[in-house]
């Protein structure tokens, strides 16, 4: 009788816990991928605890961490076979984890668009608006001249790259250009919309006349405002800075961004969250190729306006000596 029970124990335990653990929808085991890889997975538990966190190991090194039972991100992997680890955690202690192994091809660096996302190209596109006084300090800065010409062939990467040119004659001038991604009448679009990556190549004729090149951007949702700000500070501490909407001031990561070379190809990607509790995540920047993760989180401020965009400026010198940057392959995605 004692067997008999400790056996109906035995398939009754296993039957609760038969659902708990990691399911890895991708990368699938086995699979070719480029070095940019889609991980998506989920965790569940059959305890009186829920899910408090999920973290993705590349080959044993911690790469990523959120604090829920979804994770839908991308990762920058170098060529290769490389095993993906999801490992999760319940609020009682409890772990749970899956693993995939994976050939990384060499062959492809473009980032695919996450399940459900949506990807828009903005180098190309009309409706760019720009000004100059907004993007000085307090948004009261001197006025500069600028231009943006679109359609370039040379310098380019797939035949048409967008030309960006500041100048004039007072020091640290800085121009900003902006787009819509979503307007104030799209507000149920934008409220599901909690991802951004924003992916660009540039390349300038005169690296030593940038003080900071900056790529934002922008969420204003129900009443929040969340401007996820990032730029290389080249002549000033040579940081990857990030802005913080509270104290509306950049704040260095402690990441370099190297030094600029003039006529060559710099390969930007920036990812970002706005969370389920209204705060900015700053997730991670990658620049040539070099990963950093952040995980670093701000609060969002008041707004009455509603819609995306995306920015990108260029801030000029001591000397505020003329230079160009010319930008290809540029694209938000969201979702």
């Known amino acids: 009788m004692r067997k008999v029970l400790n056996l109906v124990l035995t398939v009754l335990i296993s039957s609760v816990f038969s659902f708990a653990g990691v399911t890895i929808s991708s990368p699938a085991n086995g699979s070719t991928v480029p070095t940019s890889v889609h991980v998506v997975a989920s965790a569940t538990t ?6 408090s966190s999920i973290v993705v190991y590349v080959d044993n090194v911690k790469q990523y ?11 920058t992997v170098s060529a290769g076979k490389h095993t993906f680890l999801v490992k999760s955690w ?13 050939t990384v091809s060499s062959g492809s660096t473009s980032s695919p668009t996450p399940t459900g ?11 760019w608006q720009s000004c100059d006084t907004c993007a000085g300090a307090g948004g009261n800065g001197p006025s500069a001249p600028h231009t943006l010409t679109q359609g370039v062939t040379s310098p380019s990467l797939d035949g048409a790259s967008a030309h960006y040119w500041i100048g004039g004659s007072t020091p640290y001038s ?14 149920s679009t934008s409220r599901n919309v909690h991802h951004f990556i924003y992916d660009l190549y540039f ?22 405002s969340y401007i996820f700000g990032s730029q290389c500070s080249y002549r000033a501490g040579d940081s990857w800075d990030i802005w913080d909407n509270v104290n509306s001031k950049w704040v260095s990561t402690g990441v370099s961004c190297g030094a600029l070379q003039s006529n060559t190809w710099n390969h930007v990607v920036l990812e970002f969250e706005r969370t389920t ?13 070099s990963k950093h ?5 701000y609060p969002s401020t008041a707004t009455t306006w509603s819609g995306v965009t995306v920015n990108y400026q260029m801030d000029g010198n001591y000397q505020q000596a003329d230079y160009s940057t010319w930008v290809d392959k540029m694209k938000l995605t969201y979702y």
């Open 277 to 289: 509790d209204n705060k900015l995540h700053y997730i991670a920047m990658t620049l040539n190729g």
């Open 117 to 127: 996302g949506t990807t828009v190209t903005l180098d190309q596109s009309s409706g």
């Open 174 to 187: 800085d121009v900003l250009w902006h787009k819509n991604i979503l307007n104030e009448s799209q507000v």
């Open 293 to 297: 993760y952040l995980n670093w989180y």
């Open 90 to 102: 319940d609020g009682g202690g409890n772990i749970y984890q899956a693993s995939t192994t994976v």
């Open 203 to 224: 390349y300038t004729d005169n690296a030593a006349a940038a003080q900071s090149i900056e790529w934002d951007v922008n969420q204003f949702i129900d009443g929040r």
């Open 46 to 51: 059959q305890t009186s605890h829920p899910i």
């Open 65 to 75: 961490l959120v604090y829920s039972s979804k994770i839908d991100t991308t990762l």
